[in-house]
């Protein structure tokens, strides 16, 4: 593809601009030398990264961040995200790691590079308790409300076809705002991130009514963070056999951790 004028015009400035920013730690001994970790978390969906009443993050990705930071020696400094926002924040270096319920699909991995996953979610199909959902075929011809790029959204897009109107946004707030607003008939969610919602929002009369499978979420960086990446993996084989990634998991999801799938 040729550069547009637009590149040719702003492609030095902008040059320029991104050797001003904090040099990428690429290595992890220029990560340890630089002292601290870059971690991208969700602000907007408990319990895996919201924030308290004081505004600060908190959650299951949080505690695992931390974690990482304890493992690593470094400090660790939270960037909020939006579900919209893991892969850019990636790709234009505002962070080193994303630790945001960031399920595993091939499309994201073209952008960035998963670590072995940490994390095992239901994703859940949810309506008004008064709509008779059953198996996925009762989803012809309703209004299916899931995250952009999502496993969820790969998952009804491939079951549905053209039976059912697929909308997508960019957020996890978006998808439940849609639902309380009447914009959709269904959504797919994680089952925890909906049942916190759902003791958040009694009004929204929602009800969980199928399980459609479990999604592998991971700790994601930059696929030239060879490094990171592979040690990133090790830390979460490691945590597990030392009970400590268990330890989070029976804080924020109630449940012991279960068996993991491997990357």
């Not at 003791?199 to 999604?215: C, G, N, R, Y």
Request: charge should be neutral.
């Amino acid at each position: 593809m040729r550069p547009t004028r637009r590149a040719l015009l702003f492609g030095p400035a902008l040059a320029a601009l991104a050797a001003q920013r904090p040099a990428r730690a690429q290595a992890l001994d220029d990560l340890r030398q630089r002292g601290w970790l870059t971690v991208g978390v969700l602000q907007d969906f408990a319990p895996f990264g919201s924030l308290n009443q004081f505004g600060d993050p908190v959650g299951f990705e949080i505690d695992v961040a931390a974690l990482i930071g304890r493992h690593l020696s470094v400090r660790v400094r939270h960037i909020l995200l939006t579900a919209g926002e893991r892969v850019a924040a990636l790709e234009n270096g505002r962070v080193d790691v994303v630790a945001a319920q960031f399920g595993i699909t091939t499309a994201r991995a073209v952008s960035v590079a998963f670590a072995t996953p940490h994390l095992l979610t239901e994703c859940g199909l949810f309506a008004a308790k008064d709509r008779a959902i059953k198996q996925v075929a009762d989803l012809a011809g309703l209004r299916l409300g899931v995250v952009w790029g999502s496993p969820a959204d790969w998952f009804l897009t491939t079951a549905m076809g053209q039976k059912a109107e697929i909308l997508r946004y960019e957020t996890d707030g978006a998808v439940f705002a849609a639902f309380a607003g009447n914009a959709v008939d269904a959504i797919s969610q994680a089952v925890p991130g909906a049942a916190a919602y759902g003791t958040a929002h009694p009004e929204a009369d929602m009800q969980q009514k199928l399980v459609l499978f479990s999604a592998a979420d991971a700790l994601a960086v930059r696929p030239d963070a060879v490094a990171l990446r592979q040690w990133l993996s090790t830390f979460v084989l490691f945590t597990r056999q030392t009970g400590e990634l268990g330890v989070i998991w029976q804080k924020w999801l109630g449940r012991p951790m279960p068996e993991l799938p491997v990357l």
